[in-house]
């Protein structure tokens, strides 16, 4: 093995045992978390842990980042491959650093088509229910 392969499976290792620590962690001062679906990514040179809430309008998202002091950004973003039924996405999300880890919290829901199309009528992209 090159030791430029080594070098990056040992930065890679290192990374994702960080991001597991920092998972950890979160959830261990902040049991509210563990509610949240949870995707990691590793690299070489740097980690992300993604927690998302699936249900935007139950309130989970913005509690956590009450708890985690992150600012949150609200997006509505049409869909790649809109159906009628999701059309677009409603989207809330912010980032912080943890211990080196980037923590990133997102909250989606989809829209309908009808949504859509009235989110796009009301001023800076707001959401109609």
């Known amino acids: 093995m090159s030791d430029n392969l080594t070098a990056a499976l040992v930065g890679l290792e290192s990374w994702a045992f960080r991001a597991g620590q920092v998972g950890r962690r979160l959830v261990q001062e902040h049991p509210e978390l563990a509610s949240a679906d949870v995707a990691s990514m590793a690299f070489w040179n740097s980690a992300n842990l993604t927690l998302t809430d699936v249900s935007l309008g139950s309130g989970e ?3 956590w980042a009450a708890l985690l002091g992150i600012e949150l950004t609200h997006e509505v973003t049409q869909s790649r491959n809109p159906t ?4 677009a996405f409603d989207c809330l999300k912010g980032e912080m650093e943890f ?3 980037r923590v990133e919290l997102r909250g989606i829901r ?3 088509q009808e949504q859509w199309d009235a989110a796009q009528a009301q001023p800076e992209g707001g959401v109609a229910a």
């Open 110 to 112: 989809g829209l309908t």
């Open 61 to 63: 998202i913005e509690r």
């Open 99 to 101: 211990d080196g880890v």
């Open 84 to 87: 009628p039924s999701h059309a």
